[in-house]
Protein backbone atom coordinates (compact mmCIF):
# COMPACT_ATOMS: atom_id res chain seq x y z
CA UNK A 1 0.00 0.00 0.00
CA UNK A 2 2.72 2.14 0.98
CA UNK A 3 4.51 1.82 -1.93
CA UNK A 4 1.53 2.05 -4.00
CA UNK A 5 0.82 5.39 -2.45
CA UNK A 6 4.60 6.58 -3.18
CA UNK A 7 4.35 5.86 -6.82
CA UNK A 8 1.33 8.04 -7.05
CA UNK A 9 2.78 10.74 -5.22
CA UNK A 10 5.77 10.68 -8.08
CA UNK A 11 3.27 10.14 -10.55
CA UNK A 12 1.43 13.79 -9.30
CA UNK A 13 4.62 15.57 -9.26
CA UNK A 14 5.97 14.25 -12.63
CA UNK A 15 2.53 15.79 -13.99
CA UNK A 16 2.73 19.12 -12.10
CA UNK A 17 6.35 18.70 -12.85
CA UNK A 18 6.06 21.39 -16.43
CA UNK A 19 3.17 23.43 -14.64
CA UNK A 20 5.53 24.43 -12.16
CA UNK A 21 8.33 24.58 -13.97
CA UNK A 22 6.49 27.34 -16.23
CA UNK A 23 4.67 29.30 -13.75
CA UNK A 24 8.69 29.80 -11.64
CA UNK A 25 9.82 31.10 -15.18
CA UNK A 26 6.68 33.69 -15.13
CA UNK A 27 6.96 34.65 -11.57
CA UNK A 28 10.54 35.18 -11.96
CA UNK A 29 10.19 37.29 -15.17
CA UNK A 30 7.68 39.47 -13.05
CA UNK A 31 9.01 39.67 -9.46
CA UNK A 32 12.74 39.21 -10.41
CA UNK A 33 14.33 40.84 -7.32
CA UNK A 34 11.21 40.14 -4.98
CA UNK A 35 12.43 39.10 -1.45
CA UNK A 36 9.65 36.54 -1.52
CA UNK A 37 11.05 34.26 -4.28
CA UNK A 38 14.33 34.20 -3.93
CA UNK A 39 14.24 30.53 -3.28
CA UNK A 40 12.58 29.62 -6.31
CA UNK A 41 16.13 29.45 -8.40
CA UNK A 42 17.23 27.60 -11.69
CA UNK A 43 19.09 25.18 -9.43
CA UNK A 44 15.45 23.81 -7.29
CA UNK A 45 13.56 23.49 -10.40
CA UNK A 46 16.93 21.65 -12.17
CA UNK A 47 16.80 19.36 -9.26
CA UNK A 48 13.24 18.69 -8.85
CA UNK A 49 13.38 17.98 -12.36
CA UNK A 50 16.01 15.21 -11.58
CA UNK A 51 14.52 13.75 -8.54
CA UNK A 52 10.87 13.17 -10.42
CA UNK A 53 13.41 11.09 -12.73
CA UNK A 54 14.91 9.34 -10.24
CA UNK A 55 12.24 8.42 -8.22
CA UNK A 56 10.28 7.57 -11.49
CA UNK A 57 13.08 4.93 -12.36
CA UNK A 58 12.67 3.55 -9.15
CA UNK A 59 9.04 3.37 -8.23
CA UNK A 60 8.66 2.06 -12.08
CA UNK A 61 11.85 -0.30 -12.02
CA UNK A 62 12.07 -1.43 -8.24
CA UNK A 63 8.65 -0.71 -5.85
CA UNK A 64 6.24 -1.87 -8.33
CA UNK A 65 7.54 -5.02 -9.47
CA UNK A 66 8.14 -5.53 -5.85
CA UNK A 67 5.07 -5.08 -4.74
CA UNK A 68 3.78 -7.32 -7.26
CA UNK A 69 5.95 -10.24 -6.33
CA UNK A 70 5.57 -9.52 -2.84
CA UNK A 71 1.57 -9.93 -3.20
CA UNK A 72 1.85 -13.06 -4.86
CA UNK A 73 4.61 -14.77 -3.03
CA UNK A 74 4.17 -17.03 0.23
CA UNK A 75 7.53 -17.70 1.48
CA UNK A 76 10.09 -20.46 0.16
CA UNK A 77 9.62 -24.24 1.15
CA UNK A 78 9.54 -24.47 5.00
CA UNK A 79 9.83 -20.85 5.49
CA UNK A 80 6.59 -18.60 6.63
CA UNK A 81 5.62 -14.89 7.49
CA UNK A 82 6.18 -11.64 6.58
CA UNK A 83 10.13 -11.46 6.09
CA UNK A 84 10.11 -15.22 4.04
CA UNK A 85 7.51 -13.04 1.75
CA UNK A 86 9.83 -10.28 1.30
CA UNK A 87 12.88 -12.68 0.73
CA UNK A 88 11.32 -14.57 -1.81
CA UNK A 89 10.67 -11.04 -3.48
CA UNK A 90 13.59 -9.39 -3.51
CA UNK A 91 14.65 -12.74 -4.88
CA UNK A 92 12.23 -12.80 -7.86
CA UNK A 93 13.15 -8.96 -8.24
CA UNK A 94 16.48 -9.54 -8.46
CA UNK A 95 15.91 -12.37 -11.04
CA UNK A 96 13.82 -10.40 -13.02
CA UNK A 97 16.45 -7.46 -13.00
CA UNK A 98 19.28 -9.43 -14.37
CA UNK A 99 16.85 -11.01 -16.98
CA UNK A 100 15.68 -8.05 -18.33
CA UNK A 101 18.89 -6.20 -18.20
CA UNK A 102 20.31 -9.13 -20.00
CA UNK A 103 18.00 -9.35 -22.85
CA UNK A 104 18.40 -5.22 -22.80
CA UNK A 105 22.18 -5.28 -23.21
CA UNK A 106 22.13 -8.01 -26.17
CA UNK A 107 19.59 -5.69 -28.07
CA UNK A 108 21.77 -2.62 -27.54
CA UNK A 109 24.76 -4.71 -29.12
CA UNK A 110 22.77 -5.31 -32.37
CA UNK A 111 22.37 -1.30 -32.42
CA UNK A 112 24.60 0.97 -34.76
CA UNK A 113 25.20 3.36 -31.66
CA UNK A 114 28.58 2.53 -31.32
CA UNK A 115 29.22 4.70 -28.09
CA UNK A 116 26.66 2.00 -26.30
CA UNK A 117 29.46 -1.18 -27.74
CA UNK A 118 31.49 0.89 -25.66
CA UNK A 119 29.98 0.72 -22.45
CA UNK A 120 29.86 -2.55 -20.10
CA UNK A 121 27.52 -3.99 -17.86
CA UNK A 122 28.75 -1.90 -15.06
CA UNK A 123 27.29 1.00 -16.25
CA UNK A 124 22.96 0.19 -14.98
CA UNK A 125 22.45 2.99 -13.54
CA UNK A 126 23.91 5.49 -15.85
CA UNK A 127 23.71 3.72 -19.42
CA UNK A 128 21.19 1.18 -19.28
CA UNK A 129 18.50 2.41 -16.93
CA UNK A 130 17.99 5.46 -18.46
CA UNK A 131 17.70 4.06 -22.55
CA UNK A 132 15.04 1.73 -20.97
CA UNK A 133 13.25 4.61 -19.33
CA UNK A 134 13.52 6.02 -22.65
CA UNK A 135 12.09 2.96 -24.62
CA UNK A 136 9.06 3.16 -21.47
CA UNK A 137 8.91 6.80 -22.21
CA UNK A 138 8.60 6.48 -25.84
CA UNK A 139 5.81 3.70 -25.32
CA UNK A 140 3.84 6.07 -22.93
CA UNK A 141 4.11 9.02 -25.35
CA UNK A 142 2.80 6.27 -27.99
CA UNK A 143 -0.27 6.48 -25.15
CA UNK A 144 -0.33 9.25 -24.59
CA UNK A 145 -1.27 9.68 -28.13
CA UNK A 146 -3.86 7.53 -28.47
CA UNK A 147 -5.79 7.63 -25.15
CA UNK A 148 -6.01 11.56 -25.53
CA UNK A 149 -8.20 11.77 -28.53
CA UNK A 150 -10.23 9.16 -27.22
CA UNK A 151 -10.41 10.90 -23.71
CA UNK A 152 -11.76 14.30 -25.63
CA UNK A 153 -14.58 12.12 -27.40
CA UNK A 154 -15.50 10.89 -23.91
CA UNK A 155 -15.90 13.85 -21.93
CA UNK A 156 -17.39 15.63 -24.62
CA UNK A 157 -20.24 12.85 -24.86
CA UNK A 158 -20.20 12.42 -20.68
CA UNK A 159 -21.08 16.17 -20.37
CA UNK A 160 -23.40 16.01 -23.33
CA UNK A 161 -25.16 14.17 -21.77
CA UNK A 162 -25.46 16.25 -18.62
CA UNK A 163 -26.18 19.15 -20.74
CA UNK A 164 -29.32 17.74 -22.63
CA UNK A 165 -30.45 15.83 -19.05
CA UNK A 166 -28.58 16.16 -16.01
CA UNK A 167 -28.92 13.03 -14.17
CA UNK A 168 -28.24 14.38 -10.72
CA UNK A 169 -31.48 16.51 -10.97
CA UNK A 170 -34.88 15.43 -9.51
CA UNK A 171 -38.31 16.43 -10.15
CA UNK A 172 -37.12 19.15 -7.05
CA UNK A 173 -40.85 20.81 -7.87
CA UNK A 174 -43.20 17.56 -7.02
CA UNK A 175 -41.42 16.38 -4.21
CA UNK A 176 -42.09 19.81 -2.80
CA UNK A 177 -45.28 19.14 -3.22
CA UNK A 178 -45.62 15.88 -1.70
CA UNK A 179 -43.59 17.61 1.03
CA UNK A 180 -45.79 20.84 1.80
CA UNK A 181 -49.09 18.28 1.61
CA UNK A 182 -47.78 16.13 4.35
CA UNK A 183 -46.66 19.04 6.12
CA UNK A 184 -50.40 20.27 5.74
CA UNK A 185 -51.91 17.06 7.11
CA UNK A 186 -49.17 17.03 9.59
CA UNK A 187 -50.30 20.23 10.98
CA UNK A 188 -53.82 19.66 10.89
CA UNK A 189 -53.56 16.10 12.74
CA UNK A 190 -51.40 18.15 15.65
CA UNK A 191 -54.16 21.05 15.78
CA UNK A 192 -57.02 18.82 16.04
CA UNK A 193 -55.20 16.94 18.94
CA UNK A 194 -54.78 20.11 21.03
CA UNK A 195 -58.49 21.29 19.98
CA UNK A 196 -59.91 18.54 21.40
CA UNK A 197 -57.48 18.29 24.37
CA UNK A 198 -56.89 14.60 24.27
CA UNK A 199 -52.81 14.25 25.13
CA UNK A 200 -50.85 11.67 23.24
CA UNK A 201 -53.64 10.86 20.94
CA UNK A 202 -54.74 11.76 17.30
CA UNK A 203 -58.52 11.87 15.96
CA UNK A 204 -58.61 9.62 13.58
CA UNK A 205 -56.93 6.73 12.27
CA UNK A 206 -53.29 7.20 10.93
CA UNK A 207 -51.71 4.38 8.71
CA UNK A 208 -50.84 2.52 11.49
CA UNK A 209 -52.98 3.54 14.43
CA UNK A 210 -53.10 6.24 16.89
CA UNK A 211 -50.10 8.30 17.31
CA UNK A 212 -48.74 10.30 20.43
CA UNK A 213 -48.32 14.38 19.95
CA UNK A 214 -44.92 14.51 20.25
CA UNK A 215 -44.82 11.48 17.19
CA UNK A 216 -46.38 13.96 15.23
CA UNK A 217 -44.40 17.15 16.54
CA UNK A 218 -41.09 15.02 15.59
CA UNK A 219 -42.33 14.42 12.23
CA UNK A 220 -43.62 17.39 11.43
CA UNK A 221 -40.00 18.76 12.20
CA UNK A 222 -38.16 16.09 9.94
CA UNK A 223 -40.75 17.40 6.75
CA UNK A 224 -39.22 20.60 7.82
CA UNK A 225 -35.94 20.37 7.70
CA UNK A 226 -36.94 17.98 4.01
CA UNK A 227 -38.53 21.51 2.76
CA UNK A 228 -35.31 23.16 3.52
CA UNK A 229 -32.80 21.00 2.05
CA UNK A 230 -34.89 20.62 -1.21
CA UNK A 231 -35.00 24.52 -1.17
CA UNK A 232 -31.32 24.64 -1.01
CA UNK A 233 -31.03 21.80 -3.60
CA UNK A 234 -33.56 23.76 -6.45
CA UNK A 235 -31.10 26.82 -6.02
CA UNK A 236 -28.19 25.09 -6.34
CA UNK A 237 -29.27 22.92 -9.35
CA UNK A 238 -30.07 26.10 -11.28
CA UNK A 239 -26.43 27.22 -11.14
CA UNK A 240 -25.40 23.74 -12.07
CA UNK A 241 -27.85 23.58 -14.93
CA UNK A 242 -26.01 26.39 -16.10
CA UNK A 243 -22.34 24.94 -15.06
CA UNK A 244 -22.58 22.16 -17.21
CA UNK A 245 -22.93 24.40 -20.99
CA UNK A 246 -20.51 26.42 -19.76
CA UNK A 247 -17.70 23.60 -19.06
CA UNK A 248 -18.79 22.18 -22.34
CA UNK A 249 -17.82 25.42 -23.95
CA UNK A 250 -14.72 25.59 -22.19
CA UNK A 251 -13.93 22.16 -22.65
CA UNK A 252 -14.67 22.59 -26.46
CA UNK A 253 -12.25 26.16 -26.34
CA UNK A 254 -9.59 24.46 -25.25
CA UNK A 255 -9.38 21.00 -27.59
CA UNK A 256 -9.68 23.73 -30.38
CA UNK A 257 -6.66 25.66 -29.08
CA UNK A 258 -4.78 22.54 -28.15
CA UNK A 259 -5.17 21.65 -31.78
CA UNK A 260 -4.37 25.09 -33.35
CA UNK A 261 -1.03 25.01 -31.26
CA UNK A 262 -0.34 21.36 -32.78
CA UNK A 263 -0.51 22.31 -35.91
CA UNK A 264 1.33 25.69 -35.76
CA UNK A 265 4.26 23.18 -34.28
CA UNK A 266 3.74 21.33 -37.17
CA UNK A 267 4.36 23.33 -39.70
CA UNK A 268 7.12 25.43 -37.70
CA UNK A 269 8.78 22.13 -37.90
CA UNK A 270 8.51 21.78 -41.56
CA UNK A 271 9.34 24.86 -42.37
CA UNK A 272 12.43 24.96 -39.74
CA UNK A 273 11.64 27.77 -37.35
CA UNK A 274 11.51 25.30 -34.31
CA UNK A 275 14.15 23.21 -33.59
CA UNK A 276 13.48 19.56 -32.18
CA UNK A 277 12.71 19.08 -28.87
CA UNK A 278 16.34 17.95 -27.40
CA UNK A 279 17.13 19.02 -23.98
CA UNK A 280 18.61 21.92 -23.37
CA UNK A 281 21.98 21.98 -21.88
CA UNK A 282 21.97 25.13 -19.84
CA UNK A 283 18.49 26.05 -18.32
CA UNK A 284 17.60 29.76 -16.89
CA UNK A 285 14.94 30.55 -15.45
CA UNK A 286 13.40 34.37 -15.15
CA UNK A 287 15.02 35.25 -18.87
CA UNK A 288 12.41 35.31 -20.98
CA UNK A 289 8.85 34.20 -21.32
CA UNK A 290 7.76 30.97 -22.73
CA UNK A 291 4.92 32.35 -24.63
CA UNK A 292 4.10 35.31 -26.87
CA UNK A 293 0.96 36.56 -25.18
CA UNK A 294 3.04 36.82 -21.39
CA UNK A 295 1.87 35.37 -18.46
CA UNK A 296 -1.65 35.15 -19.50
CA UNK A 297 -0.22 32.58 -22.19
CA UNK A 298 1.59 30.80 -19.63
CA UNK A 299 -1.29 29.87 -17.93
CA UNK A 300 -3.01 28.95 -20.88
CA UNK A 301 0.02 26.50 -21.15
CA UNK A 302 -0.56 25.48 -17.67
CA UNK A 303 -4.12 25.07 -18.16
CA UNK A 304 -3.57 22.68 -21.98
CA UNK A 305 -1.18 20.13 -20.01
CA UNK A 306 -3.20 19.80 -17.21
CA UNK A 307 -6.26 19.39 -19.39
CA UNK A 308 -3.89 16.78 -21.76
CA UNK A 309 -3.53 14.37 -18.60
CA UNK A 310 -7.04 14.42 -18.13
CA UNK A 311 -8.09 13.96 -21.05
CA UNK A 312 -5.86 10.73 -21.54
CA UNK A 313 -6.47 9.70 -18.01
CA UNK A 314 -10.10 9.33 -19.04
CA UNK A 315 -9.59 8.04 -22.66
CA UNK A 316 -6.81 5.21 -20.97
CA UNK A 317 -10.17 3.87 -18.89
CA UNK A 318 -13.03 3.89 -22.39
CA UNK A 319 -10.78 1.77 -24.33
CA UNK A 320 -12.26 -1.52 -24.62
CA UNK A 321 -8.47 -3.22 -23.84
CA UNK A 322 -8.16 -1.49 -20.60
CA UNK A 323 -11.85 -0.44 -19.43
CA UNK A 324 -11.57 -3.75 -17.70
CA UNK A 325 -8.33 -2.65 -15.04
CA UNK A 326 -10.94 0.37 -14.06
CA UNK A 327 -10.76 0.73 -10.37
CA UNK A 328 -13.86 0.18 -8.51
CA UNK A 329 -14.94 0.86 -4.98
CA UNK A 330 -14.97 -2.30 -2.59
CA UNK A 331 -13.99 -4.35 -5.80
CA UNK A 332 -10.50 -3.51 -6.69
CA UNK A 333 -7.76 -6.22 -6.28
CA UNK A 334 -4.18 -5.25 -4.97
CA UNK A 335 -2.76 -6.18 -8.38
CA UNK A 336 -4.72 -3.88 -9.88
CA UNK A 337 -4.35 -1.43 -7.92
CA UNK A 338 -0.74 -1.91 -8.78
CA UNK A 339 -1.42 -1.84 -12.55
CA UNK A 340 -3.24 1.17 -12.38
CA UNK A 341 -0.49 2.89 -10.51
CA UNK A 342 1.89 1.61 -12.88
CA UNK A 343 0.21 2.82 -16.01
CA UNK A 344 -0.61 6.35 -14.63
CA UNK A 345 3.08 6.32 -13.51
CA UNK A 346 3.84 5.98 -17.50
CA UNK A 347 1.45 8.72 -18.47
CA UNK A 348 2.20 10.88 -15.82
CA UNK A 349 6.52 10.70 -16.82
CA UNK A 350 5.63 10.87 -20.36
CA UNK A 351 3.35 14.14 -20.09
CA UNK A 352 6.33 16.75 -19.70
CA UNK A 353 7.56 15.16 -23.14
CA UNK A 354 4.66 14.85 -24.95
CA UNK A 355 3.93 18.42 -24.25
CA UNK A 356 7.49 19.53 -25.54
CA UNK A 357 7.41 17.30 -28.85
CA UNK A 358 3.55 18.61 -29.78
CA UNK A 359 4.95 22.12 -29.21
CA UNK A 360 2.13 23.13 -26.30
CA UNK A 361 5.15 24.75 -24.44
CA UNK A 362 8.67 26.29 -25.34
CA UNK A 363 10.26 25.41 -22.12
CA UNK A 364 13.11 23.24 -22.47
CA UNK A 365 13.39 19.36 -21.18
CA UNK A 366 15.76 19.74 -18.60
CA UNK A 367 17.96 16.65 -17.25
CA UNK A 368 17.46 13.10 -18.07
CA UNK A 369 14.08 13.71 -19.51
CA UNK A 370 15.33 15.62 -22.67
CA UNK A 371 18.24 13.03 -23.25
CA UNK A 372 16.36 10.85 -24.76
CA UNK A 373 17.60 9.56 -28.27
CA UNK A 374 14.38 10.38 -29.97
CA UNK A 375 13.52 13.70 -29.52
CA UNK A 376 16.68 14.06 -31.89
CA UNK A 377 14.40 12.16 -34.65
CA UNK A 378 12.41 14.21 -36.94
CA UNK A 379 10.26 12.08 -38.50
CA UNK A 380 8.96 10.59 -35.34
CA UNK A 381 8.35 14.26 -33.79
CA UNK A 382 6.45 15.39 -37.23
CA UNK A 383 4.23 12.03 -37.30
CA UNK A 384 3.24 12.57 -33.40
CA UNK A 385 2.29 15.97 -34.58
CA UNK A 386 0.16 14.47 -37.25
CA UNK A 387 -1.15 11.44 -35.53
CA UNK A 388 -2.08 13.98 -32.56
CA UNK A 389 -4.41 16.65 -35.07
CA UNK A 390 -5.78 13.90 -36.86
CA UNK A 391 -6.99 11.68 -34.14
CA UNK A 392 -8.53 15.04 -32.23
CA UNK A 393 -9.79 16.17 -35.21
CA UNK A 394 -12.00 13.11 -36.06
CA UNK A 395 -13.24 12.56 -32.45
CA UNK A 396 -14.66 16.00 -32.63
CA UNK A 397 -15.55 15.50 -36.03
CA UNK A 398 -17.49 12.10 -35.04
CA UNK A 399 -18.62 13.26 -32.00
CA UNK A 400 -20.71 17.12 -33.03
CA UNK A 401 -22.04 15.68 -36.68
CA UNK A 402 -22.51 12.21 -35.37
CA UNK A 403 -26.59 12.53 -35.87
CA UNK A 404 -26.12 14.88 -39.08
CA UNK A 405 -24.93 11.69 -40.08
CA UNK A 406 -27.50 9.41 -38.80
CA UNK A 407 -30.26 11.59 -39.97
CA UNK A 408 -28.79 11.88 -43.43
CA UNK A 409 -28.13 7.95 -43.36
CA UNK A 410 -31.66 7.47 -42.44
CA UNK A 411 -32.92 10.08 -45.08
CA UNK A 412 -30.59 8.50 -48.00
CA UNK A 413 -31.70 4.66 -46.85
CA UNK A 414 -35.46 5.53 -46.97
CA UNK A 415 -35.16 7.40 -50.17
CA UNK A 416 -33.51 4.43 -51.97
CA UNK A 417 -35.91 2.09 -50.37
CA UNK A 418 -38.83 4.13 -51.65
CA UNK A 419 -37.09 3.92 -55.08
CA UNK A 420 -36.70 0.26 -55.13
CA UNK A 421 -40.93 -0.04 -54.09
CA UNK A 422 -41.81 2.20 -56.73
CA UNK A 423 -39.40 0.42 -59.02
CA UNK A 424 -40.69 -2.49 -58.42
CA UNK A 425 -44.72 -1.98 -57.80
CA UNK A 426 -44.13 -0.25 -61.40
CA UNK A 427 -42.06 -3.89 -62.99
CA UNK A 428 -44.90 -5.69 -61.76
CA UNK A 429 -47.88 -3.50 -63.05
CA UNK A 430 -46.15 -3.37 -66.16
CA UNK A 431 -45.62 -7.07 -66.44
CA UNK A 432 -49.46 -7.16 -65.28
CA UNK A 433 -50.53 -5.57 -68.32
CA UNK A 434 -48.11 -7.15 -70.59
CA UNK A 435 -49.81 -10.61 -69.72
CA UNK A 436 -53.36 -9.09 -69.52
CA UNK A 437 -52.87 -7.89 -73.11
CA UNK A 438 -51.33 -11.14 -74.59
CA UNK A 439 -54.71 -12.73 -72.68
CA UNK A 440 -56.83 -10.37 -74.93
CA UNK A 441 -55.25 -11.19 -77.58
CA UNK A 442 -55.03 -14.87 -77.54
CA UNK A 443 -59.11 -14.73 -76.64
CA UNK A 444 -59.62 -12.59 -79.93
Not at 225 to 235: N, S, T, V
Amino acid sequence: FWVCTFTLAVSMGAVFLLPISIVSNEVLLLHPHSYYVQWLNTSLIHRLWNFVFLFSNISLFIFMPFAYFFTESEGFTGTKGIFARVKEALVMLALLATSVLGVFWIFLLFSNDSHLHQQTFSDIWSIYLPYLYSCISFMGVILLLLCTPVGFFSMFTFMGTLVQKPQFLRDINEELTQFHMERDSLRRKLKATKHNGIEGRVQGTISNGHQKTEDIQGKLDEVNADIKELEKRKQVSCVRLLMFPVLMLFSLILTVLGVLMVTQNMFQLLVGIKALPVGAKEMSLGITSLSALGWPGSILETILILYLMSASVVGFYSLPLFCRVTPKYNNTSMISIILNCSVLLILSSALPVLSRTLGITNFDLVGSFGTMDWLGNFYIIFFSNVIFVSATVLCLVNKFTNKVRQSIYIKIKTALLTFVSQRSRNHSASSLNLSTSTRFSETT
